[in-house]
């Protein structure tokens, strides 16, 4: 959804001649959908340098995974260059080096890419938006393909469901229900499972601003109900807005947050934004039609051909293919059985909300509602950094159902001091903005906004700046990132793991549940940054403190008694033995948590795999 066409930019880099050649069909058969964890991609946070080579790394083994055919493990791997990429603040970034190779990569991987795609029977899950795309228009322009309409037509004079949105049972319309029915099935089935997170809500919103309630299953076909869905046309969130159109319906996009991400504030935005549509075209084809490819498109295109028909326009393909595909996914979503598909739909995604003034880590805030991190930010999406944005009072943070009275407790302990991780830094004769930025892995927006700087050439030697840090970076921990276990003394060399590399691995996932680099790794083995690696190889890492000793590692505790002392505090306790405080709170039955007393006995359940 942009005024500017999303998929146009793939194609243009695509060519008309790499377009994603059209597998066999496999037979129709019944499929069940299965209860799936929602998409979550928590990536570790690193400087653009960093994570832009990281990308680079999965790239290049994605392209020998092509070489080899492995399609299966090349497409994983473009998928987390490409999360990599989404999650990179490139507009705030300054250097002109950094945007080339960002470019760069972008085209290798929009060449890369349906190599492996075209090679797959059918779409993998969290396949995009221009993927589908590419993949029906192929379809279409296939004259020797022939879709066996039979049951699609028994099927739709069987449907007894009323719709809000009309659909036009055409040729169009059923071959793109055939799309879904074979090649894009495994997708088609993720998105029906996933919609009963979001459909209620988002209904919901869409009744309050009276628009048609069939319109949710745009969200379906632009982003799967996605909220971290992302764009070659650098359109994010559910509804797939663009930063220019995100901006025009009031979602913020920055360093720390992208609105366009929020279920619900991107639900209101996509509802005032249709209803402008519907009532500029007063047609739901042609708002729709509209809302892939911009309105001045369509305008253009019924002054050229005098008809307001859509089926009449001469419109971008994609355009064209986009109104059928959205009419077949509603047509199945409303009644999937008819299709052949059953489903076991996500339950809706349940939170409260809580008001944090101040720049608050996201662990802070998992510890003090006895949640994970990765549960705090599957419900907060639009999150981009590791805390809540610093300047926006009273900002309004999800958190688990039931946990609010948990939480407000125990975040009334927390010295203000522990609640983010902050560097002060003297500036120095010479330095600039952006040299302070890339030594401790933040961006120059990151830091103006922290220290409310208007100018980047405004910073005098000898002032102070307060430098927001990752928790899991290096510099937040107190030391430098090294690239050999040497650097970091006898304590590294004491956290030495001999990890067995699974089915599945790769160096980034390996790297990323260790808290180290792709570069460290191929260090610390002698492996080249493309090289392969196979179930049961062996690999020496030397984890950064904090982290497990081996990802995916049972648990395992031990319990010690501690001594108050005089000057603890509950959450001082919590972080010295590395425990969350609604556990320490719960061990203990402490029923007044703010009076501790010195000399009181506490049990301490500690996990014995740090």
């Not at 999303?6 to 243009?12: D, V």
């Not at 055939?178 to 988002?202: A, C, D, E």
Request: charged share 20%; glycine share 6%; with cysteine.
């Amino acid at each position: 959804m942009t005024k500017f066409p999303k998929c146009l930019l793939l194609f243009f880099l695509l060519g008309p001649g790499l377009l994603v050649a059209c597998s066999p069909n496999p037979p129709l058969q019944k499929v069940a959908v299965v209860h799936q964890k929602p998409p979550v991609v928590v990536l570790e946070e690193l400087p653009a340098d960093r994570a832009l080579a990281q990308a680079e790394s999965l790239c290049a083994i994605g392209t020998r995974a092509n070489e080899e055919e492995e399609w299966s493990l090349a497409n994983s791997l473009f998928n987390e260059a490409l999360d990599i990429l989404a999650n990179m603040d490139l507009e705030a970034e300054e250097s002109e080096e950094l945007k080339g190779r960002f470019d760069l990569l972008l085209l290798t991987l929009s060449v890369e890419y349906p190599k492996a795609l075209q090679n797959m029977e059918e779409l993998p899950g969290g396949s995009s938006l221009a993927m589908l795309l590419l993949r029906l228009g192929a379809l279409l322009a296939d004259t020797s393909h022939v879709v066996p309409e039979t049951t699609i037509v028994q099927a739709a004079e069987a449907d007894t469901v009323t719709y809000d949105v009309p659909i036009h049972w055409n040729t169009q319309v059923k071959q793109s229900i055939h799309f879904f029915q074979t090649q894009s099935r495994h997708v088609f089935s993720q998105w029906l499972s996933r919609s009963g997170r979001y459909v209620p809500m988002m209904r919901r919103i869409l009744r309050e601003h009276d628009l048609p309630e069939d319109l949710v299953y745009l969200a379906m076909i632009e982003s799967g109900f996605n909220p971290l869905a992302y764009s070659w046309a650098h359109a994010a969130g559910p509804w797939q807005f663009i930063s220019s159109t995100g901006r025009l319906y009031n979602l913020k996009a920055d360093w720390w947050v992208d609105e366009r991400r929020d279920p619900e504030k991107s639900t209101r935005a996509a509802a005032r934004y249709l209803k402008n549509l519907y009532e500029e075209f007063a047609s739901w084809p042609l708002a729709l039609a509209a809302y892939n490819c911009g309105e001045q498109r369509v305008r253009s295109a019924i002054k050229k051909a005098g008809t307001n028909d859509f089926w009449e326009l001469n419109l971008p393909r994609q355009t064209r293919n986009y109104v059928p595909l959205f009419m077949a996914a509603l047509a199945i979503a409303k009644s999937p059985e008819l299709y052949d598909f059953s489903v076991e739909y996500e339950q809706p995604i349940e939170y409260e909300e809580v008001r944090i003034d101040e720049c608050t880590d996201l662990k802070v805030v998992a510890q003090c509602c006895g949640a994970s991190y990765d549960e705090i930010k599957v419900l907060n999406p639009e999150l981009r950094r590791w805390c809540t944005p610093p300047n926006y009072p009273a900002y309004r943070l999800k958190i688990p159902k039931g946990t609010q009275t948990t939480f407000l407790k125990n975040y009334a302990l927390v010295p203000a001091s522990e609640k983010i991780t902050w560097q002060r830094h003297k500036i120095q004769r010479g330095e600039t903005l952006s040299g302070i930025a890339r030594h401790y892995g933040t961006s120059v927006s990151a830091i103006k906004e922290a220290n409310s700087l208007r100018s980047s050439n405004r910073i005098i030697a000898g002032d102070h700046l307060l430098i927001p840090l990752s928790p899991v970076s290096g510099l937040a921990q107190g030391r430098a990132i090294s690239s050999s276990p040497a650097q970091d003394g006898a304590e590294a060399a004491d956290r030495k793991v001999l990890y067995t590399v699974r089915r599945g691995d790769n160096l980034y996932r390996i790297a990323r549940d260790f808290g180290v680099t792709v570069a460290q790794l191929c260090g610390w083995n002698n492996l080249r940054s493309g090289q392969y690696i196979y179930p049961g190889n062996k690999l020496t890492v030397y984890p950064h403190a904090g982290f497990g000793a081996s990802p995916g590692s049972s648990e395992s505790y031990t319990e010690l008694i501690y001594t108050v002392k005089q000057g603890d505090t509950l959450w001082d306790i919590a972080n010295d033995f590395g425990v969350s405080l609604s556990s320490l709170i719960r061990e203990n039955n402490l029923k007044d948590p703010s009076r501790l007393q010195p000399g009181k006995k506490l049990k301490v359940k500690m996990s014995t795999n740090l």
